[in-house]
């Protein structure tokens, strides 16, 4: 064995002790609670467990949750969400020392052990195991699925002319392009319906519905996790359980939040997506006040952070999902009061977008711009330049417009350390621009994209809102189903294994059907192959998002003495990192108190300002507040200043009454 | 001899038998409780108790949960088991003082319990009830709140809530600045101050009353608010008392959260109590109605507590809501028929709306107490001078509190007195006992109108050589639907069956309902001809009629049976025969 052999092993053997050492140091295992079988429910926490600078357990640090396994059908988003564990303790540990990450990576484990036992058929199933009378015919469970052709998966039966005694309609036709597709007939082309579309099963209890009660992947049974909590709860829908929070592990989940106010940021991996459809902002559930979708003044941080994931993961879109009522991730951004975002992990690579494959695309939107249109080959950033240099606007205003979110931030912490005047001075020369310029400052500075203002396009559609239309090809994709597009990915990419082909197969109830279908899981899990890249990118935008949690630093800004025994106390709070310390629905639902500073004097001795302030929020990237009182007490004589904040921490300055404290 | 008849008139009791006719309508009962005076939840324990000693075959006490500060919460069953378990029959939960200050509604849920049980064998009309129906009667849903109210000093308006410590003020403390009583009166009254520019003078004959002047006349007074002092210095006053959690908005229907909904608590059920109460209802699906007792206002609420929830209130329920809420304002004098978003407030997350559009329970809420019930005249808010006849000459001035001068930190010398937490919502103790039994027999009207069916017409024929009808018309003799039309809509709760079983092991071949007795079709069930599934049960005060086609021989018999969770089964048996 070589000398440098030797030493590489060496070398790589203490590296691997290291990380050893350091996972065990950083991650601490526990559980929220036990799930319905009493299956624990795991948490890991991935923190320095000694306290920070500030003096904050892993458990008073600001922290980000990410939470997978909802919908045991996507098996990829407890498996990324594990190998999160590792990857962030050994390449990311430095984020571990003021911040915290907690991971809980299977919330439904008793569907994972159900469908493990030995035989069970592979089923498109996802939700808790729970008695529970589905069809409400004082019967439970007695009609689940089964895999009758006994190929290990619940797939589909497809059922030709179905006779009037079997109680079902034809309502759908082999799509004649490829008869694999199920889909409804057009009868403006002379289609009419030939087949009923059935799960795999019997109707075990003779009541004329296939497979409505039961939890092998049948039509009814369970309790969809992502429909079960409380905010929007679809009360009496299929899945939605027979109250909010009807389940141990939804339960134990909301509860264990609760204890834990330090969580400032919420990842859900499962079925739903809020990264790459960012949801509707401003509208309101009808008692007037619980938000549909995120509120308005979340939605440039919905933006940004939508552009980081796309950054970090190379994914450009995503199916939406199902309908967020009832979800984990709603009621964390509605209710908890959290910036909260959930995402699929793996799409289809037809929605990947190659950052190479992009720019033919945008090629093709700045062709189709019309003829008049301002300068075509000008970067965004130049057209902005150009349009406030025209409008006479000073440097320092252009130069914060065309800079990039990094830029910007410091320039903004720059600006809190100018004297009054001077920022009077530029907020008086921005408010001497154009209105509409006068706008897009304001809207940047709240951390919103702008566009340079252009002619509105003929029939008014925006750029980029939709794709090129035209084209043949593009458009016969466009009009390719789901289902098309799945299949296509099967058969060209994954040598065929998608989709069970339909095979006869004579029923006992219904004679002679077909039976095929998707592979179940085939559609939201990736292949063994890609689950590095995945977990690798969803490390880096987990970290990512670590790094823009909020954080609140506290300072003394002056000490002034006024008059023997009088002095003016002025404090500054600077949030150090890109989110508010108070998202917009934190600031609506008041979950939590502001940040509290609790001046530890007599009321009496407070000639001004108020003993107990409040800071509702600090905007990120160095946005600050201030605190002035102005207090009668000894000169040199000490007063103790009280920080509360539930989130970021509390802290205690001693503030000493001597000249010139800065 | 007198003792010879008294022992006889016991061992007749005792034996469940017909009571002897009563010489005058008081009905004698093994328990004294006045209803003429409040009790403490301790107290309120001990009738409990007492009363579930003296009739142990009507009544069992259990305890189905803790409070937050660790008092048992009960509910008292009470069923007569020598006509069946409770849960088989169908059964009306009624409790009372969710709102800790509220508190003759826990007094209304005690009187239903002691006048049931005592009427039981002795009233002819009741003991049939009991006979048919079981009764949940859970006096507090809310004791720590009521606790509060009697052992600290408070307002009638005070107390409502558990006793969950909530940041009001937001400032990051809990409970930190509660009102103070400052004068030891046990009650917390008002604060007036002497202002050169006040606008309010005392009354130079009666210094209990405090008038505004006239714009341009000067005063001298000015109120300064609630009886309290700035506890923690933050230059507010009572900003922060105790609890916070209004459990009447902690139910999963509609439930939304406390910026939505003030008060509803961290999410559905989050409460000891309330999920207690939740257990125990979601256990007992033969709950066909339900009652929720509150002060005040003299209403009869129902649902829907938000207007866009009105479609959750099918308009067949609409009709069984209104008619029975009809008679019950002719029971309860001064009390007005309400639906709650619409002539009260908006409500998300309510009891009595979890009851009916969760679970599809008939169920109201009585606010007891309306000030028309002062004068009993057409009077139905009486102006300070009379209600000033009213504290001095009816309730002697128990309801007063003189004022007192108080040296306050923060206000100096200050005035506090005025009207104590007893001067209104409670119904004055006098009248109280006329109230509770007002609304107790409300109630068990309303639980007279659970589903009762029976078979109308059992009748079979010959349809062919071994082929049999069996016709059946099972009737509901009540207004209350044995599945109320939400049920049937919200596929809630678990549907009727009818069933046919040839006793001999003949065949079902088909069988269909009808709509009138003389119809020769049948409308047929397409599977499952013998076990034939009703989600919308049998209609109020109507009927159905199903046609069985059986196979067998003549002189065979077959067993029909009617089963529901919100009705007493039934089973008749039919032999086959012309």
Known sequence: MSVFLASAIAFSLAAHALAQDASERLVEVSSIGKSRSGRTLQLLRLAHPEPDSLGRTPDQRPALLIVAGLDARHEIGPRVARSLVDRLVTNHADLLRDRTVYIIPDLNPDNAAFFARAGAPKSDFGRTIVEYDADRDARVNEDPAEDLNADGLITMMRVKHPPPATGLTADLIPDPDDPRIMRKPDPAKGEAPTHALLIEGLDNDGDGRFNEDGPHGSAGGGVDLNMNFPALWPEHADGAGPYSLSEPESLALVRWMLTRDNIVCVLVFGPHDNLLNIPEAGRNAPDGREPLGIESDDKPYYEEIARLFKDTTGMTGAPKGPDAAGSFHQWAYAHFAVHAFTTPVWVRPDLVKAKEAEKPADADADAEKPADADQPDESPADAIRREFQAAGAPQFIIDFMVATPEERAELMAQAQDRTPEEQRERMAAVMALPEELRAKVMAVAQGQQVQPSAPPRAGGRQQGARPAQGAQGAASRARESDDAKWLKYSDEQRNREGFADWQPFDHPQLGPVEIGGFVPGFRANPPESEWTRLADEQTAFAAALLGKLPDLAVELHAVERLSTGLWRITVRGVNTRYFPTASAIARKARRLPPIVLDLRVEQDAVVAGQRITRWDNIDGSGGAAYAEWTVAAPDGSAITLDIRSAALGNRTLTITLTEDQR | ?578
């Not at chain 2, 009583?181 to 004959?205: A, V, Y």
């Not at chain 2, 919502?425 to 006098?430: A, D, E, I, M, V």
């Not at chain 2, 809509?489 to 009808?514: F, H, K, W, Y």
């Open chain 2, 1 to 578: 001899m007198r003792i010879a008849h008294a022992v006889l008139a016991a061992c007749t009791l005792a034996a469940g038998g017909a009571a002897p006719a009563v010489a005058q309508p008081h009905v004698e009962g093994r328990v004294e409780i006045a209803f003429n005076r409040y009790y403490t939840y301790a107290e309120l324990e001990d009738h409990m108790k007492r009363i579930a000693a003296a009739y142990p075959d009507l009544v069992e006490l259990r305890e189905i949960g803790r409070s937050l500060q660790g008092r048992s919460l009960w509910v008292a069953i009470v069923n007569s088991p020598k006509t069946g378990p409770h849960t088989t029959k169908p059964a009306m939960w009624i409790d009372g003082n969710v709102h800790g200050n509220e508190v003759q509604s826990a007094e209304a849920v005690l009187y239903s319990l002691w006048y049931l049980t005592k009427a039981y064998g002795q009233v002819p009309s009741l003991t049939d009830l009991l006979d048919r129906c079981s009764f949940y009667f859970m006096v507090s849903v809310n004791p720590d709140g009521r606790e509060y109210w009697f052992d600290e000093a408070n307002t009638p308006h005070s107390s409502r809530s558990n006793q969950r410590p909530v940041d009001d003020d937001r400032d990051g403390l809990f409970d930190e600045d509660p009102p103070d009583d400052l004068d030891g009166d046990g009650s917390i009254t008002q604060m007036w101050i002497r202002d050169p520019d006040g606008r309010w003078e005392r009354d130079k004959h009666d210094p209990r009353v405090f008038r505004r002047v006239r714009d341009d006349q000067r005063g001298e007074w000015t109120l300064l608010g609630s009886e309290g002092i700035d506890n923690d210095g933050d230059g507010r006053i009572n900003e922060d008392g105790p609890g916070g959690d209004d459990m009447n908005r902690n139910w999963p229907s509609g439930w939304k959260p406390s910026y939505a909904q003030g008060g509803a608590g961290e999410f559905p059920f989050s409460n000891p109590e309330t999920r207690a109460v939740g257990d125990f209802i979601m256990a007992h699906p033969n709950i066909a109605a339900g009652q929720s007792y509150h002060n005040a206002g003299g209403m009869i609420l129902r649902g829907p507590g938000a207007q866009f929830r009105e479609n959750l209130y099918p308009r067949s329920d609409a009709r069984v809501y209104d008619e029975i809420a009809r008679i019950g304002e002719d029971m309860l004098s001064y009390y007005r028929s309400m639906i709650i978003w619409r002539d009260l407030y908006t409500v998300h997350g309510g009891f009595v709306n979890w009851l009916a559009e969760g679970l599809g329970i008939i169920s109201f809420t009585n606010e007891l107490w309306t000030n028309a019930r002062y004068f009993q005249r057409d009077i139905s808010n009486p102006d300070d001078e009379r209600m000033w006849l009213f504290r001095d000459r009816l309730q002697f001035g128990l309801a007063f509190k003189d004022y007192t001068e108080f040296d306050h930190p923060q206000h100096g010398p200050v005035l506090v007195g005025g009207l104590n937490k007893w001067s209104s919502r409670s119904t004055p103790t006098f009248m109280l006992e006329e109230e509770c039994h007002r609304n107790f027999a409300f109630t068990m009207f309303h639980a007279d109108h659970m589903p009762l069916l029976a078979f109308e017409r059992v009748e079979t024929a010959r349809a062919g050589d071994g082929l049999w009808t069996v016709t059946v018309q099972v009737r509901n003799d009540r207004l209350i639907p044995s599945r109320t039309a939400i049920q049937a809509q919200r596929r809630i709760g678990t549907n009727d069956l009818l069933t046919c079983e040839p006793l001999a092991g003949g065949r079902v071949a088909a069988s269909g309902s009808m709509n009138t007795w003389r119809d020769t079709r049948i409308d047929p069930v397409p599977f499952e001809p013998a076990r034939v599934q009703l989600p919308a049960g049998v209609p109020g005060r109507g009927s159905v009629i199903h046609r069985f086609y059986v196979e067998g021989k003549p002189g065979e018999t077959v067993r029909i049976r009617y089963t529901g969770e919100r009705a007493k089964d039934i089973e008749t048996t039919i032999t086959l025969g012309d």
